[in-house]
């Protein structure tokens, strides 16, 4: 019998990295879905989770598994493909939903709160406004961003059947907490209560056609981020991180909710990066280590951009014009604009 002990789990690895789940452009190694390569006598036992129903999703799968690595030379191949064990919200068995209308869905997350995750989802969708049907939902409870974002304040209005009307301003759609009077609302609320205000609250907007739609989600990885990434069908996340440690720490805990959802990570942005002198146009790193890099390298994503720490950046989130709209010849838009085309292409893919 042929043996196959040239191979060592790294090379089988790697030709895994080589298979995308079926229907997506993201191979099943970035996906999280491989938990263990062991090897035998004769060949490998592999270890899989994926969190499927369908059987043609499953068999194309393990054919295309086995027929790689075969052509690889392992001659026997024990492939294990099991469910991950259900997490304590999932076990109600929620299926994501996709919003009437919406084409893609794209969240945008990180573990620890500051990082700049609304300057990011404003900016991103204002450059998406430009070719594309855009909304954006800030789905902060606790303290909205985008009023003052879009320096609005306006209260939505409602259609018959009771659905809110989102704002349109700067040719984006938009919705928030914020525009919500809140006065009544309890100073603490429950995270079961939360959660179930969000999912009505997404589920209660009525959109109209949109190409993108951007939710700015609250920092972490809590019950209202799990509550989104279990019912709402999305496109991706996108995981924003700036380059200190403790903020990377974090940025791995939402990374690997996503993965458990099988939700695809598109990519990571890296904020406040470096300094960009408004004078002379140089720019100087201002906290230590590789940030975004390292983390895109660890998660196997790309890197979308690095938006520079800018004086202007953070007033024009005070003066209430997205910056992408404000100061269309920056360097900054540019990235910004760099960065909604990647995430269109990811998108399409
Ligand atoms: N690149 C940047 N340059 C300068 N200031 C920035 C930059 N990015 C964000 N900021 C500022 O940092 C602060 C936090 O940003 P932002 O509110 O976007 O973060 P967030 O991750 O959404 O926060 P939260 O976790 O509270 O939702 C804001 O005052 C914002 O204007
Ligand atoms: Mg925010």
């Not at 999703?57 to 086995?66: D, F, K, M």
């Not at 209260?155 to 938009?174: A, G, H, I, R, Y």
């Not at 739609?213 to 069908?233: E, M, R, S, Y």
């Not at 890197?303 to 989130?317: I, K, N, R, T």
Request: hydrophobic share 40%.
């Amino acid at each position: 019998m042929q043996k196959s002990k040239q191979l060592t789990t790294e090379d089988i690895q790697n030709i895994l990295k080589g298979i995308n789940y079926p229907g997506f452009s993201r191979d099943i190694v970035s996906f999280g879905m491989v938990k263990s390569i062991s090897l035998t006598e004769t060949g490998a036992d592999l270890t899989l989770h994926i969190n499927t129903e369908n059987a043609e999703t499953l068999n194309q799968l393990e054919s295309t598994i086995r027929e790689k690595l075969s052509s690889a030379g392992i001659a026997s191949i024990n492939l294990n493909i099991t469910k991950p064990a259900a997490q304590p919200a999932q076990q109600q068995a929620v299926q994501p939903k996709p919003i009437p209308q919406v084409k893609h869905v794209i969240a945008i997350a990180s573990g620890k709160g500051g990082v700049g995750k609304s300057t990011v989802s404003i900016n991103i969708a204002a450059a998406l406004s430009k070719k594309y049907k855009t909304g954006i939902l800030d789905l902060d409870i606790y303290g909205p961003s985008l009023p003052m974002l879009v320096g609005d304040t306006r209260q939505p209005d409602m259609t018959s059947d009771k659905k809110l009307v989102p704002l349109e301003k700067f040719n984006m759609q938009l919705m928030s907490f914020g525009f919500i009077n809140n006065e009544n609302a309890p100073a603490v609320w429950r995270g079961p209560m939360v959660s179930r205000m969000t999912q009505q609250f997404f589920e209660d907007v009525e959109w109209g056609e949109l190409d993108y739609l951007i939710l700015d989600l609250p920092p972490g990885t809590g019950d209202i981020q799990l509550t989104l990434v279990q019912k709402l069908a999305l496109t991706g996340a996108v995981m924003v991180t700036t380059p200190q440690e403790l903020a990377l720490l974090d940025v791995k805990k939402g990374a690997d909710m996503f993965a458990k959802v099988n939700t695809p990570v598109l990519g990571v942005i890296e904020n406040m990066t470096h300094y960009l002198c408004p004078h002379c146009h140089e720019t100087s790193r201002i906290f230590p280590g590789s940030g975004g890099a390292e983390e895109s390298k660890r998660l196997e994503v790309p890197l979308l951009g690095h938006v520079y720490l800018s004086p202007e950046l953070a007033q024009s989130a005070d003066s209430g014009t997205p910056y992408v709209l404000k100061y269309e010849e920056s360097p900054i838009t540019a990235e910004f604009h760099k960065i909604a085309e990647e995430l269109v292409n990811l998108a399409e893919a």
